[in-house]
């Protein structure tokens, strides 16, 4: 059976004593091993709260990386420097990031194949907007980032160890859920395309999350669905919410 994975992703929130004071508060009250707990700060942040959750259940994620390890990269972050802060994921292919900063496929596989050579679990984003859903062209456009993303990645390394998270553009900071049922409906189809890829066998033991203004009165329905592994929390993960996200039933 796939294990679940909550994963908090703070964008571009608190300052490194607002994070300290955040997790200090809330680490003692997550413990469960039911699930994969991961909580992505902002870069400036990452040592602190490492220090805080080092010897809890609580993994420690990035937000992006570079796929360059070293060089005249001004503002970027090699994959060398998260190892040594403690890193075990990262979030790449975020539609923010895709959006303001141009990130393409290209960019996102690039950055996969990185992670992967110095054991960080890349959290792989992929999603649709409104108009593409509305045009029915959600699931083309799903299927082509899955496979940019996913190509001359290994067997082993798909089934064990990379995370998909569809996170519908359109339900990002705004307040408004997929559906359980539209949430379940593309996660099913994200298998279905590594199944096409790859194996059955490999598409059954990849974890997909899903994204998109996930909280608790909603993360039950959502995470009880057969092919959704987890969540990739946003705005909740800012706030005691996310404690009664990871303790979902």
């Known amino acids: 059976m796939r294990k679940k994975i909550i994963a908090g992703n703070w964008k571009m929130n608190y300052t490194i004593n607002e994070a300290y004071d955040f997790v200090s508060s809330i680490k003692d009250l997550i413990n469960t091993n039911e699930v994969d707990v991961v909580i992505c700060p902002n870069h400036v942040a990452l040592e602190r709260v490492y220090d805080l959750i080092e010897g ?135 298998r279905d395309e590594v199944a096409k890829l790859y194996s059955q066998e490999i598409a059954q033991n990849i974890r997909i999350q899903y994204g998109g203004s996930v909280k608790p009165s909603t993360a039950s329905e959502i995470l009880n669905k057969e092919d959704i592994d987890g969540a990739l929390v946003g705005g909740a993960s800012l706030t005691n919410d996310f404690v009664a996200i990871v303790h979902y039933e």
């Not at 996969?112 to 509305?134: F, M, Y």
């Not at 569809?166 to 997929?178: F, H, L, Q």
């Open 56 to 190: 809890t259940n609580i993994k420690l994620g990035a937000q992006n990386v570079y796929f360059e390890d070293k060089g005249a990269y001004t503002g970027e972050t090699s994959v060398n420097m998260l190892v040594s802060a403690g890193v075990k994921y990262c979030i790449i292919g975020h539609s923010e990031r895709r959006k303001y900063f141009n990130e393409t496929d290209e960019m996102v596989n690039k950055k996969a194949k990185k992670l992967l050579e110095k054991s960080i679990i890349p959290i792989i984003c992929v999603g649709e907007t409104l108009e593409q859903r509305e045009k029915n062209e959600h699931f083309d456009f799903v299927s082509t980032q899955v496979k940019g993303a996913l190509k001359e990645i290994s067997e082993n390394d798909v089934s064990n160890n990379i995370v998909i998270a569809y996170e519908p553009i359109w339900a990002i900071g705004t307040g408004v859920s997929a559906t359980a049922s539209q949430a379940e409906e593309m996660c099913k189809f994200i």
